[in-house]
Every structure is written in structure tokens, then in C-alpha cells.
């Protein structure tokens, strides 16, 4: 298995919801990441976890709350989103924070009504 | 702190005519490289990157890229393009042994449209 699964692929919501993105590698790696992609525009780094531990916080707001469970699973609970949060959510791994190769899952497309 | 810089924004070429996207870098310290493309709502995939050794690295679907330490550059080619390579195309760096700040450091993309 060399993939990264994302699910779901499609979510809306409501700004009083509460819902939860999900990210799945079954390589081994021990590091994992979570990014924002806006329309037109490149992928910003928000979180990463080194040996399910959260290592990085690019000063996101607190209305997202990333969760990694064991070592394969990565979480991105949401909860009272703006409009201005939707965008593509990216999650991607790699062996270790140390290791070069990144593999990327295809992405949720959040929007936020 | 890194940043990396794509000189296009959008790159309009003839099918089967030759391309190059160009991309610079700036890094206090030594990066790895890479490149990656993005085809519409979907994910990003790993074309090609430059860790050492030799300057001129072969990627996927027939692209290959040259780096440049001089001119801190790390130009995409690809001798002869398909309708299929129409996407975004985004040159990325990381510090070598992840020093500092983590992750990717993305240029802002080249989208690629391909003309019949």
C-alpha cells in the first residue's frame, strides 16, 4: 500500500457544525502533515506530527483541532468554520520528519456555507 | 527561511512543442528540490526531486530537471508536451535534515495549458 486515503473527498457544513476530516497511511511513515490549499493558490503548511506526536502548529486558529490516534491515522476535527475556511484540506506523510520523500493523499474539498 | 519563487504564472504551449518552467529559490541554508504536479481536484504527486549526485534528475511522464547552485535555480522540461500534461505545476523545497521550520516551502505554481 503506498497510498494515502482522505475521506471524505467532499464536505459542507454548517458554521455551527462540528465534523471531522480523516487521513490513512499504511507505509510505515512516522511523520504526518496537514495543509490548506485556497483556489489558484499553493499548499500552506498547518500541522505535523512526528511519531503521533504534534511537533509544528503554524499558528492555526483553534478552530481546528488535529488529532493523530496511532501511527497511521491522522484526524482534523472542525469545529465553528468560516466561509473563509473552505478550501482543499492535504494531508501527506513521509518515513520521518527527517526523510525527503512526501507522499500526499488527494485532498477534501471543504466548503463552508 | 526559504522561499521559492515561479516566474509564471500560466504557460500556454502547442501539443508536442517542447517546455520549461522555471523556478528559483532562496535558502540560507542547502534544500532538497522537487517538483510536483497538481491535475484538477486531486492531490499532489511527486514528478521528480534533487536530494545530491548528479544536477540533472529524470522524473515521471517523461519530465526531467536541472539544477543550478549557482543561479539557485531548478528549471522543469519536457522535450515534447501531451494534452494530458495540461495541470498546476508547483516547485517545492525543504531544508536538508529538516532543520528549522518543517515541511514544504511551495512556489506559488505554473499552470500548464496545452494547446492543440
Known amino acids: 500500500d503506498t497510498e494515502v486515503t482522505q475521506t471524505p473527498k467532499h464536505l459542507v457544513m454548517g458554521m455551527t457544525n462540528k465534523k471531522s476530516l480523516k487521513c490513512e497511511q499504511h507505509m510505515g511513515h512516522r511523520a504526518m502533515y496537514w495543509y490548506k490549499q485556497k483556489a489558484k493558490k499553493p499548499p500552506e503548511l498547518m500541522f505535523v506530527y512526528s511519531y503521533e506526536k504534534l511537533s509544528i502548529n503554524e499558528s492555526v486558529p483553534s478552530r481546528f483541532s488535529p488529532e493523530c490516534p496511532n501511527s497511521s491515522l491522522l484526524n482534523l476535527h472542525l469545529h465553528a468554520l468560516q466561509p473563509e475556511d473552505s478550501a482543499l484540506y492535504l494531508c501527506?506523510?513521509?518515513?520521518?520528519?527527517?526523510?525527503?520523500?512526501?507522499?500526499f493523499g488527494s485532498g477534501t474539498r471543504l466548503t463552508v456555507v | 527561511a526559504q522561499s521559492v519563487t515561479q516566474l509564471d504564472s500560466q504557460v500556454p504551449v502547442f501539443e508536442e512543442a517542447p517546455v520549461e518552467l522555471r523556478c528559483n529559490y532562496s535558502s540560507s541554508v542547502s534544500v532538497y528540490l522537487f517538483w510536483y504536479v497538481q491535475y484538477p481536484n486531486q492531490g499532489l504527486q511527486l514528478l521528480l526531486k534533487y536530494l545530491s549526485g548528479s544536477t540533472l534528475v529524470k522524473g515521471i511522464n517523461g519530465f526531467e530537471a536541472e539544477f543550478n547552485k549557482s543561479q539557485t535555480s531548478f528549471h522543469l522540461r519536457k522535450p515534447s508536451v501531451h494534452i494530458s500534461d495540461t495541470a498546476e505545476y508547483f516547485c517545492?523545497?525543504?531544508?536538508?535534515?529538516?532543520?528549522?521550520?518543517?515541511?514544504?516551502?511551495f512556489g506559488k505554481g505554473t499552470h500548464l495549458i496545452i494547446q492543440p
Open positions: 501527506a506523510s513521509s518515513q520521518d520528519r527527517l526523510n525527503y520523500g512526501y507522499t
Open positions: 517545492a523545497v525543504r531544508p536538508l535534515g529538516g532543520g528549522g521550520a518543517d515541511g514544504l516551502t
